[in-house]
């Protein structure tokens, strides 16, 4: 069975802001950072074009170990990826989330769970799409995916590796400025 295609864009403008930490080694200190917009599109079982806004995180502030200074990272230039991996055993690695699994766009390049209110909850990111909304803000994507991509499998978790397998869905990002580092 062939599936729909979907097309994922992230924005180059900021909408928000999120507080975060240096990831993995924290320095004690709260950055703030800019959130963007996923613009997930495809097309429901009636052909009807479907278009949903998520709120991401897109950049980070990474400190590889104690002693290094905090850079800002992510993927700032414009660039498209299909996605061709579902990960269901991937866990969030700087807060405690119930949403598990991740989305390989290439690399440690992820999209997973993000924090549920972006400018109130510490999230921490090394340059992953996590998408934010709660609670459940990551499986309502999910949910959405699979819905627009037609799915025939009888889970969710099938659903997923299915669609995941199928190259059918891509990432594009647009170009952004990264952000200087912003101590709150």
Same mark, same amino acid.
């Given at each position: 069975?062939?599936?729909? +295609?979907?097309?994922?864009?992230?924005?180059?403008?900021?909408?928000?802001? /999120?507080?975060?930490? &240096?990831?993995?080694?924290?320095? %004690?200190?709260?950055?703030?950072? @800019?959130?963007?917009?996923? *613009?997930?599109?495809? &097309?429901?079982? +009636?052909?009807?074009?479907?278009? $949903?806004?998520?709120?991401?995180?897109?950049?980070?502030? $990474?400190?590889?170990?104690?002693? /290094?200074?905090? *850079?800002?990272? #992510?993927? !700032?230039?414009?660039?498209?990826?299909?996605?061709?991996?579902?990960? @269901? *055993?991937?866990?969030?690695?700087?807060?405690?989330?119930?949403?598990?699994?991740?989305?390989?766009? $290439? %690399?440690?390049?992820?999209?997973?769970? #993000?924090?549920?209110?972006?400018? !109130?909850?510490?999230?921490? *990111?090394?340059?992953?799409?996590?998408?934010?909304?709660?609670?459940? #803000?990551?499986?309502?994507?999910?949910?959405?995916?699979?819905?627009?991509?037609? &799915?025939?499998?009888?889970?969710?978790?099938?659903?997923?590796?299915?669609?995941?397998? +199928?190259?059918?869905? &891509?990432?594009?990002?647009?170009?952004?400025?990264?952000?200087?580092?912003?101590?709150?």
């Amino acid at each position: 069975m062939q599936l729909r +295609s979907i097309s994922l864009t992230v924005g180059g403008t900021p909408i928000g802001q /999120a507080v975060t930490w &240096s990831y993995p080694n924290s320095d %004690g200190k709260i950055y703030v950072i @800019p959130t963007y917009a996923l *613009t997930l599109e495809g &097309s429901d079982a +009636s052909h009807q074009r479907v278009t $949903h806004t998520f709120e991401v995180l897109r950049f980070g502030v $990474h400190r590889r170990t104690t002693q /290094a200074k905090p *850079t800002v990272v #992510g993927l !700032a230039h414009r660039q498209t990826h299909t996605i061709k991996r579902w990960i @269901p *055993t991937y866990k969030v690695h700087s807060f405690r989330s119930r949403e598990d699994g991740a989305w390989q766009v $290439h %690399g440690n390049y992820l999209i997973h769970d #993000g924090p549920d209110d972006p400018s !109130a909850q510490l999230y921490a *990111t090394a340059g992953c799409i996590e998408v934010c909304g709660g609670p459940d #803000g990551f499986v309502a994507f999910n949910k959405l995916v699979v819905q627009l991509a037609g &799915s025939n499998k009888s889970d969710l978790a099938r659903q997923l590796q299915q669609v995941g397998a +199928s190259g059918c869905m &891509s990432i594009t990002y647009l170009a952004a400025v990264a952000p200087p580092i912003q101590l709150l």
